[in-house]
């Protein structure tokens, strides 16, 4: 019945041994949210929910990496609140370069106004081991600022190579660079109390 679920890194080495396996899992299960340092502990943070139900995309990054398919929470949303985003992409071709994915919530203004950034499956599927043709599942959550007006807000989101910045190019039908971000979709932020 909770929106959230919070790990924190701290404890003897015995208990810090298992939390890779149980942020594994909860990576794949639910969507990773945030993560911050509280003096030598780190806090995570993951949103729970029914699981999202993906739509096809069939969209090229670079030539290496297909995002298939993706499901985002349609809301409408308050402040304060997080959209969770469900993604599966499909490896093209053998890369060794690790790739992050970006989710930005861009405002009116088109300044981002939320964002996450992330190796695939909240790091523990990088782009660097995938293999030609299978599928990565990979979750996310997006925090929606409790000081956040009203209104319309894009959904985007794209990959870049985490030793520059550089960003795939999303390509066209005819391998073309067309943008180096897609737009998903709209998030719509309500007043509060509405």
Not at 34 to 61: C, H, K, V
Request: hydrophobic share 40%.
């Amino acid at each position: 019945g909770h929106d959230l679920l919070w790990v924190v890194d701290s404890g003897t080495e015995a208990e810090q041994a298992i939390l890779p396996d149980i942020e594994k899992w909860l990576s794949e299960s639910y969507y990773p949210l945030d993560s911050q340092w509280l003096d030598n502990s780190q806090l995570r943070s993951y949103a729970t929910g029914e699981a999202l139900s993906l739509q096809p995309e069939e969209e090229s990054f670079g030539g290496e990496a297909l995002l298939a398919a993706a499901g985002w929470d349609q809301g409408p949303f308050r402040p304060g609140e997080f959209v969770r985003l469900g993604l599966q992409w499909r490896a093209l071709a053998k890369t060794e370069q690790a790739y992050a994915v970006f989710v930005h919530l861009v405002g009116p203004d088109a300044e981002i106004q939320g964002q996450r950034d992330s190796q695939p499956a909240n790091g523990f599927r990088p782009t660097s081991g995938w293999v030609v043709g299978e599928s990565v599942q990979d979750n996310h959550a997006v925090r929606l600022g409790s000081d956040l007006p009203p209104g319309e807000y894009r959904l985007v989101l794209g990959l870049y190579d985490t030793a520059n910045g550089q960003r795939l190019s999303l390509l066209d039908e005819g391998a073309a660079p067309k943008s180096d971000a897609l737009e998903l979709g709209t998030v719509v932020l309500l007043r509060p109390g509405e």
